[in-house]
């Protein structure tokens, strides 16, 4: 029995493009200038990292207090472009048919409570559905400790789950955990960017994903 | 004597993702819900072009007061997103080099007056430069008549033209119009899909093209 684990932000909620306008204007405060792409495909590591990896592109080095400064302001200016969360398409229809058809999943993100709490409300998750987020683990992506420890939380085996992500962090700490991945162009990469990193398939969207489950060996649903 | 034309948000200022989230945002309140990552893509065709192709995608058509509607929203939107413009790394560096060697330039940018102003004024152009708007041609990008213009008014041959661009729109438009062009990175586009669009050259941001120029036959800058 095949099981997904799903990464959060641009895979299944349309959260990239602000979180890139809200990083790199907060590592801007900390006079850091980067420009918006070098965000947007650091983006997907947790914060601290992406931070780090930014600073230290331009030849500068973050304290770990401009380090947790920057994360706050990320995270306040965020809120401030984005109030309210938009699933992607399909999103909200894949949960609930996985939910009907017993495959099971969880969700491995690299953000933290609270700040994912109004993405997995947008999203009618079941209540007792397998969240592991940055708070949870000592690592984030592009280790794997967040998918070995959704999977070791889910119960499943290793080389039964699917990695579902729209970032190449995603799919590069997939391989690192002995996981296959499956690769979503939502979150603005290109199709070779993530098949570069190691994506089985690439679909656009989690309502394509949902529509070419035969194509994973996850059976049953018959074409729209 | 080869010339350059370029474009201007997403290749000389760094606009492109500011710009997602207004018009996503212009377009949610008209009630066209599409993903950040398709306006990414679209965004470089003129707004009025872009805002129609993004609702058909979804299979809704909007009136020319909608669309109106849209593009004035996403002006007003952007400016609070984004009051100062940032020049992408090498941007005036490169308008620097190109003046003091006498190579002809100009610009011509999807962008209206007075929206592009501020972006023009960050870049500290000269004030006889050749700069070609949405507002003086009739088709915008993808059609070639932006970089017809420029170059008629630059007075130069368009087989002498480089378009250097960060969307696919403006390297399809400089294939159209007969001339070669330069990508770069630095709009989000990746590598394979600039290609893909028949750049000559991929770069990452204007100081890269600023230090390649030999490899385009606009000698003498010695290498840093």
Not at 131 to 151: H, I, N, T, W
Request: charged letters at 25%; one cysteine or more; a negative charge.
């Amino acid at each position: 029995m095949r099981a997904f684990i799903f990464d959060l932000d641009g895979t299944l909620v349309d959260t990239v493009y602000p979180h890139v306008v809200a990083l790199q204007q907060a590592l801007s405060e900390a006079g850091v200038e980067v420009p918006a792409w070098l965000v947007h495909r650091r983006i997907g590591m947790s914060g601290g990292l992406s931070a780090r990896a930014l600073a230290r592109e331009i030849g500068r080095t973050l304290s770990p207090a401009e380090q947790d400064r920057v994360q706050h302001r990320h995270g306040q200016i965020f809120l401030e472009l984005l109030p309210s969360r938009r699933p992607l398409p399909g999103a909200r229809e894949l949960v609930h048919w996985l939910v009907e058809n017993h495959v099971p999943f969880g969700i491995a993100t690299s953000g933290r409570r609270p700040d994912i709490d109004a993405s997995l409300a947008a999203l009618d998750l079941p209540p007792d559905l397998v969240v592991v987020s940055r708070g949870d683990v000592l690592r984030a992506k592009p280790e794997p400790d967040l998918f070995l420890a959704c999977q070791e939380r889910m119960g499943v085996r290793r080389e039964d789950v699917y990695v579902v992500g729209d970032a190449v962090w995603d799919l590069l700490a997939a391989r690192r955990a002995g996981m296959l991945s499956v690769g979503l162009l939502c979150g603005g990469y290109s199709l070779e960017e993530l098949v570069q990193a190691g994506a089985l398939r690439v679909y656009r969207d989690p309502s394509e994903l949902l529509n070419s489950l035969d194509e994973l060996g996850v059976g049953g649903r018959a074409p729209e």
